[in-house]
Structure formats: C-alpha cells, structure tokens
C-alpha cells in the first residue's frame, strides 16, 4: 500500500485543533493542489476564501452550528461555486454568455468543480499531517456568508474546510460496506439486495456508537438517516442561490 493510499484510507473529520496557523508555503501547496483537480471543460468555476480575519471567523462559527473549531483552526478556508468570472470573460469577448451561466448544467459544473477542489485540498493538507473538517454548515445562512465574505452575483459559498494540527485524534466511523455503493454495470433490481446491506451497516454502526460511549448511544444508520431527513433543512436555499444568479432556465 502506497502513502497515497493510506492517506486516503486514514481519513476522519478532526474538530479540535492546536493553536498554531499554517504556513504560508503548506497553505499555498494546499490550494495549488486543489487547482490541479479535474475539471468540466477548463471552466475552473470555483474559488477559495481563506479567512483569516478574526472578526469573520467568529461570525462563521456562529452562523454555521455554532461550531468553534470553525473560528479555532490553522485556516480556514471557504469553497465557493464561482461563475462570475465567466461573466467577465464574456464581456472581454464580447459574447452573450449570461443564459448559459444560469442554466442548471453550469451551476452542477461549479459545484462538483469546486468540490473536486475541496478534495484535492483535503489530500494536500492530510498528507503533510494536518487533520481536516468540513463544514456544510455555512450554507445554513447563504445570504448572509456571501455578505460576510463580499461574494458578487453568480458566486455562492458551499462549504468550509477547517484545517489545522490536530489536538485531538478521533475514531475512524465505518462507511457503509462496499456492497451497498458499488455495483457493477447496472442499479440492483433486488431490493432484498439494499435491505441486507442497511441490516448489516446498522449492526456495524450500533456497535460503532456502543462502543464509543460506553453503551449511552446505540441509534442505528438507517434511524439515523430517517430522523434528519424528516425535517428539511435550509429550505430558502434555492431563492438564495437563484437570486445570486444561479438555476434561472
């Protein structure tokens, strides 16, 4: 096994971290490898905040759970679906490119774009040792992010990644079995198929949580699951990410 590979193979989300800020040379390898992802055509449609400033690393934080180790962290950096450079380029051209920009097509290429970056930067920093957390809790206030960060039209910001030296080191929670994520040629028809595969991941979960808090949680993956899905979340997201610019076809 190669040291990509047990890179890889050894993540977990860290969310507590020392006091101590990356470098500027890690932080630059970091993005410069985020920048070498693929990407849909060379549009390149996302862009990374890192902040730095105290003050929005607060407001983040509380806007975002609150979840502290979003304001205490090596850098914090902010991946943002990002077409509004697009619109830029089509003014020096002088091309009509704004009914492209807000089809549904253009804004699936920014996110995946900017999520592939996010992963690459992931990679990056676990490799030198850093321990990561992903933040999706930004998008519960959108609108105001993109005030905080001073984001333009047709940039909105996705999720956070918290990055730093790990103060703390967590168990690693078992994803569901390779069974239940990947088949071959076609979806299963059988769906005695996916039931099997869920009995078995709740087993290995139960036991996960028993484990980890001496008995007091023992909620199963698919209890888990349903639980949050009853309740929608953030439902205004697709009025914010309208008037933004995005999904007008």
Not at 189 to 211: A, C, F, P, Q, V
Request: glycine share 6%; net charge neutral; with cysteine.
């Amino acid at each position: 096994m190669n040291d990509t590979l047990k890179t890889l193979l050894n993540h977990r989300s860290i969310r507590k971290f020392k006091d101590e800020p990356l470098s500027q040379e890690h932080i630059t390898s970091i993005i410069k490898s985020a920048q070498m992802a693929s990407t849909s055509s060379f549009i390149q449609a996302y862009t990374i905040i890192g902040v730095t400033d105290k003050a929005i690393k607060y407001q983040l934080a509380h806007l975002s759970g609150p979840q502290p180790y979003v304001e205490q962290n090596g850098h914090f950096f902010v991946f943002c679906a990002d077409l509004y450079r697009h619109t830029i380029a089509g003014t020096m051209e002088k091309t009509a490119v704004t009914t492209s920009l807000e089809s549904t097509e253009k804004f699936m290429v920014a996110v995946i774009d900017a999520s592939l970056a996010a992963q690459n930067a992931t990679i990056a920093a676990e490799s030198m040792g850093y321990g990561i957390c992903y933040i999706g809790g930004l998008r519960n206030d959108m609108k105001k992010v993109s005030e905080l960060l001073s984001l333009p039209d047709y940039v909105i910001p996705l999720f956070g990644l918290a990055v730093g030296i790990p103060d703390t080191q967590t168990d690693q929670k078992p994803r569901l079995p390779m069974e239940s994520i990947y088949y071959e040629n076609t979806y299963p028809k059988d769906t005695d198929t996916i039931y099997s595969g869920l009995e078995s991941y709740n087993d290995t979960i139960t036991n996960y949580y028993e484990s980890r808090t001496q008995g007091e949680r023992k909620d199963r993956w698919t209890e888990q699951m349903s639980r949050m899905l009853s309740k929608p979340k953030r439902t205004d997201m697709k009025d914010v990410v309208q008037q933004k610019g995005f999904l007008r076809d």
